[in-house]
């Protein structure tokens, strides 16, 4: 003890003649059981919880693991369904973020859709026809006992009831080519129907060109971009303007577009015309960023939704028939979108066959 009062009496008033206690002498004047004493930190109940939250995730991961692995084994059609369905649950939720956020920042800098960029504008044109495309799905779904039945439907009907992120490749592919084989079945219709009206062209050499473009086309040839630009004026008023087309050409265009023509005729010919500018500014946007900086399926979506089955063709075709639609569709006014719609048709009718 008095020990200890001199080695603490040293070291607080630095007495002359004592010198300070070792570190192994304090050390061991302290009670055995001070060396059992653990952190305080090893007791935190948050560090427990992290603990114990991250081994039961490790858990689950491993369970879902063997489970997968089981059904790949056992089931492997059903498991290529499960996988599929998992994987495009994904896909959507991480879209639908998405599209919350450039929403999110159009509202937030007072934008409209036309000054987006392009891949925001073409992520909200997509996601648009994906969730009218759900709605009735959903719709179906919520009698009680009723999501069994849609279970069933789906299952049996995904090309009409499931969005594109619930197809496998080989679904995918096939679909494409069903949706642009009912489409393409209207593309004769246009050709006549443009040579029909043709013949009430006042401006003779114009009539003449026109006549000549549409024959050839329909004897299989792939017309030129210059030959379009030069009967741009003609779809602006009577006969080819949007809000002079006889209806029956209106119903044909909007088939080719997947938009039912089902409606009163002032509603198809609004709705027309609002896709047909949302195409026209895509195309701007597109032309801005440079088909360059697109990927090869970026550019295969791009040269679908415009009209020629990109499927099964080469990346590199489908970037040649995309530099010509940008060609013609930045070159025109917005007042002669009429030209896009049936551009359409007069563009991708002879390229496939004339690239093979």
Not at 7 to 36: D, K
Not at 95 to 100: A, G, L, Q, S, Y
Not at 183 to 203: K, N, T
Not at 256 to 276: A, C, E, I
Request: glycine content about 4%; charged content about 20%.
């Amino acid at each position: 003890m008095a020990l200890r009062l001199c080695c603490r009496s040293s070291a607080r008033w630095g007495l002359p003649g004592v010198p300070p206690p070792a570190r192994s002498h304090c050390r061991a004047l302290q009670p055995p059981w001070a060396a059992l004493r653990l952190p305080a930190h090893h007791f935190s109940a948050k560090a427990n919880s992290k603990t114990f939250l991250s081994a039961l995730v490790s858990k689950v991961k491993y369970m879902n693991e063997r489970y997968e692995r089981y059904l790949g084994r056992t089931f492997p059609r059903f498991y290529q369904l499960y996988s599929t369905f998992l994987k495009g649950f994904r896909i959507f939720y991480s879209e639908v973020k998405e599209i919350r956020r450039i929403k999110k920042n159009m509202s937030h800098k007072n934008i409209q859709f036309h000054q987006l960029p392009y891949r925001e504008m073409e992520r909200l044109r997509q996601f648009r026809r994906d969730l009218i495309k759900a709605i009735p799905v959903g719709i179906l779904s919520l009698p009680p006992f009723a999501n069994y039945l849609v279970l069933v439907l789906m299952y049996l009907f995904p090309r009409q009831l499931l969005i594109r992120h619930f197809w496998t490749p080989k679904q995918e592919a096939e679909f494409l080519d069903t949706y642009h084989n009912m489409r393409r079945e209207a593309y004769p219709e246009v050709v006549d129907g443009l040579m029909h009206l043709s013949h009430s062209v006042a401006d003779p050499l114009l009539q003449k060109q026109m006549l000549h473009l549409c024959k050839k086309v329909q004897e299989g040839f792939h017309p030129d971009v210059s030959e379009l630009k030069a009967l741009r004026t003609l779809f602006v008023g009577y006969p080819f303007g949007m809000r002079r087309l006889k209806v029956q050409q209106v119903k044909v265009l909007s088939h080719v577009l997947f938009l039912t023509p089902r409606l009163p005729s002032v509603f198809l010919r609004y709705r027309l015309q609002r896709h047909l500018l949302e195409l026209y500014h895509l195309d701007r946007a597109m032309l801005k960023l440079g088909v360059s900086e697109l990927s090869d399926e970026e550019v295969q979506v791009a040269c679908y939704t415009r009209g020629l089955n990109s499927v099964h063709l080469r990346p590199s075709a489908c970037r040649l028939w995309l530099a010509q639609w940008l060609a013609l569709s930045c070159s025109l006014q917005d007042s002669e979108v009429s030209l896009l719609a049936h551009g359409m048709v007069l563009l991708s009718t002879n390229y496939a066959s004339s690239k093979g």
